[in-house]
């Protein structure tokens, strides 16, 4: 869900072209919850193989990835969520409530043949849960695609190797990144170029954004630290913002005031009590260095057991992506394994 920066963020429009030889440290259980939501079959039940795996997931994840890899030469290293703080607890709840709600309504609209309605529901009533996510981790190993094992926050995470060079930027369509201090954050990096809104019933054209951190700091006048302090006056995963504070008005008044510390006594009574607390989580989150990311080649055979024979896939559909990995290794770029020695500057 993220914090609402939408009306004071500064981005620049690219094209997938842009990002070829970039690495993106990809907000993996983000990136799974799209083709959870996205890829369903017409009423929204989620594709599955014969035994009931949801395997949504699986096909969005091996068909967008290849196709960046091979077609666009971006190199993406996904990074799973850890632990979540205990400051999320509400946040999560929340989530909680609302998919059993989308989920019953998904099933009320089934039950009269209501199914634009039903597919509506269902894209809102997704849950990614942990054998989903053991499969894709799966996935990408086999596939020999490199991730990251976040200790909390993936965000955290992405935005940490970013911060070191490792990679080029976080990739996420929220921006808890930025707040997490990633230098540079890549939005909306799809093929497809458009995304469903449940809540409206349409879906809406989208682009990659390219965030600078520092360009968005320095436009407006601001501190990464006073970003942080935006941030929790809107309202983030981990607090409930002030009620009438929307982006452009919690911008003027940490200008105005330089902090949270600062605020008047009248306005500080109505800050969540533990604001220390969640400014602490996004200046000095918990992150690892105990990752790799050095690409592999792919296992062949260990892709047709999974998918195919455990999963239910085509073998034809299965070729095409072993296909993609293997001319990525034979290509202009022939060695995969590199790609990540050495982030660009």
């Given at each position: 869900m993220g914090v609402n920066l939408t009306p004071i963020i500064?981005?620049?429009?690219?094209?997938?072209?842009?990002?070829?030889?970039?690495?993106?440290?990809?907000?993996?259980?983000?990136?799974?919850?799209?083709?959870?939501?996205?890829?369903?079959?017409?009423?929204?039940?989620?594709?599955?193989?014969?035994?009931?795996h949801v395997t949504s997931h699986l096909v969005g994840l091996m068909f967008r990835s290849t196709r960046l890899i091979h077609d666009y030469s971006i190199k993406l290293i996904f990074v799973f969520d850890g632990k979540p703080s205990a400051l999320k607890v509400g946040e999560i709840a929340k989530r909680r409530e609302a998919r059993e709600k989308a989920l019953t309504e998904w099933r009320e609209a089934l039950s009269v043949g209501d199914y634009a309605r039903a597919f509506s529901k269902a894209v809102a009533s997704s849950r990614l849960s942990k054998p989903l996510v053991d499969d894709a981790k799966r996935l990408l190993d086999l596939l020999g695609i490199p991730y990251a094992q976040a200790p909390g926050e993936a965000e955290a995470q992405a935005a940490y190797m970013a911060g070191k060079g490792d990679v080029w930027a976080a990739s996420s369509r929220d921006y808890d990144s930025l707040l997490f201090g990633a230098p540079r954050l890549i939005r909306y990096v799809t093929i497809s170029g458009s995304e469903f809104l449940p809540s409206k019933g349409y879906a809406r054209p989208l682009e990659p954004e390219l965030i600078d951190l520092e360009i968005l700091l320095s436009h407006h006048g601001i501190t990464r630290e006073q970003l942080v302090d935006i941030a929790i006056l809107i309202g983030t995963d981990f607090n409930r913002g002030v009620s009438g504070v929307g982006p452009k008005t919690a911008l003027k008044l940490i200008k105005e005031w330089g902090g949270l510390d600062n605020a008047p006594r009248e306005f500080a009574e109505k800050l969540p009590r533990d604001y220390g607390e969640v400014r602490r989580l996004f200046r000095n989150p918990?992150?690892?260095?105990?990752?790799?990311?050095?690409?592999s080649r792919p296992d062949e055979d260990g892709l047709y057991r999974f998918l195919c024979q455990e999963r239910g896939f085509s073998r034809d559909r299965v070729e095409t992506v072993v296909r993609r990995l293997k001319d990525s290794f034979t290509s202009a770029q022939p060695d995969l394994s590199k790609w990540c020695d050495v982030a660009e500057r």
């Open positions: 500064v981005k620049e429009r690219i094209e997938l072209s842009d990002l070829g030889g970039r690495s993106l440290a990809v907000d993996a259980n983000n990136e799974l919850y799209q083709f959870l939501s996205l890829i369903r079959q017409g009423d929204g039940t989620p594709l599955s193989d014969g035994s009931g918990e992150v690892t260095d105990d990752y790799e990311l050095n690409y």
